[in-house]
């Protein structure tokens, strides 16, 4: 029955229906990054500029802070959850770490590290409605975003804070090789790491996957599922100052709707909405892929609003693929 759902030939020597079958495994397993791979080949066709240094060295800075945004979401998603603060809290990292240096005088390691501490007591927060309040990850994290943003607002006023240079923006400076991209390559090889190697990482997919059977284990779920949120608000925060590192300036506007951005990093990187499914390095390649599209789109002069529309159908045709996928692996 397999043989006929995956059209093969019942006289085909074994090794020939071995060779199809590994094929089409290999195109399930690495879908996204072949999808990335001719992005980047379509985008050096339509543009000579794609490929600059400048150019790469732009969409690195670019997508620096969208990646860790899509790394946070991803863990909460794997273990079942969704977290709608994280535009909300990047705002909290831009403005604290803003008003710290600006405002009090604070050196920018020191303003960094506040704002990431400050970012994981909202994560905490939203961690305790999911885990211990019974409250959906929907409702919570949209009542945490609402708040952050609010307490953005607040303590700035509604008025940028402006940066002096030498101070946060260090951190994005040519001198010191471009630090953003290195901290980010070191979190992405970090988390890549501790979904893989760690009883942290293992458990968070296991709890998406089957929640009961893990409850049954005498793991204590709510502690992992607290913990998600936590990492996703962390590297929320520290990629809202990342954005005011490049942009010398800490705005409670920040982040607005990067929560939308990241789910759907996630869901192109193959991640399964309904928990339990998603690698950090898919939904890392998932982030630049929409990075390249944004890229490649403004070195055309496309204007920003069809890129939106261009946007959401992919992410319509990234979930179309993983489903035809799971229909794929099942017969297999």
Do not use: H
């Not at 020191?110 to 905490?124: D, E, K, S």
């Not at 928990?275 to 890392?284: E, L, T």
């Amino acid at each position: 029955m397999a043989n006929m759902e995956l059209g093969y030939d019942k006289n085909l020597p074994k090794e020939k229906k071995n060779k199809k079958l590994n094929f089409k495994q290999f195109l399930i397993d690495n879908n996204t990054y072949i999808i990335l791979v001719l992005l980047i080949i379509i985008s050096s066709m339509l543009t000579d500029t794609f490929l600059t240094s400048m150019n790469l060295r732009n969409i690195a800075l670019q997508q620096a802070a969208p990646i860790l945004v899509a790394i946070g979401m991803l863990f909460v998603i794997v273990a079942g959850g969704i977290d709608l603060s994280v535009g909300s809290v990047m705002a909290v990292g831009a403005t604290v770490s803003a008003i710290l240096i600006s405002d009090m005088g604070m050196n920018y390691l020191p303003a960094m590290f506040l704002a990431v501490v400050i970012g994981i007591i909202f994560g905490l927060f939203t961690g305790i409605l999911v885990a211990y309040a019974g409250m959906q990850g929907f409702v919570a994290s949209l009542a945490t975003m609402t708040i952050a943003r609010g307490v953005s607002f607040v303590i700035t006023g509604g008025r940028p804070v402006k940066l002096e240079s030498g101070t946060l923006d260090t951190i994005v400076s040519k001198e010191f090789f471009y630090p953003i991209i290195l901290i980010a390559i070191v979190l992405i090889v970090v988390f890549a790491f501790v979904q893989k190697y760690t009883s942290w990482g293992r458990i968070a997919i296991a709890i998406g996957s089957n929640p009961t059977a893990v409850q049954l284990a005498g793991i204590r779920t709510k502690r992992y599922i607290m913990s998600t949120y936590a990492v996703s608000a962390a590297l929320a925060a520290l990629a809202g100052v990342f954005i005011a590192a490049r942009s010398s300036t800490g705005s409670a506007t920040v982040g607005m709707g990067q929560e939308l951005d990241a789910i759907a990093a996630c869901v192109i990187g193959g991640a399964s909405l309904a928990g339990g499914k998603g690698f950090v390095v898919k939904a890392v390649a998932g982030g630049l892929i929409l990075g390249l599209i944004g890229n490649i789109m403004n070195l055309m002069a496309v204007p920003s609003y069809p890129q939106d529309i261009i946007k959401g159908f992919i992410i319509i045709a990234a979930v179309l693929l993983g489903i035809l996928t799971n229909k794929s692996e099942k017969t297999v």
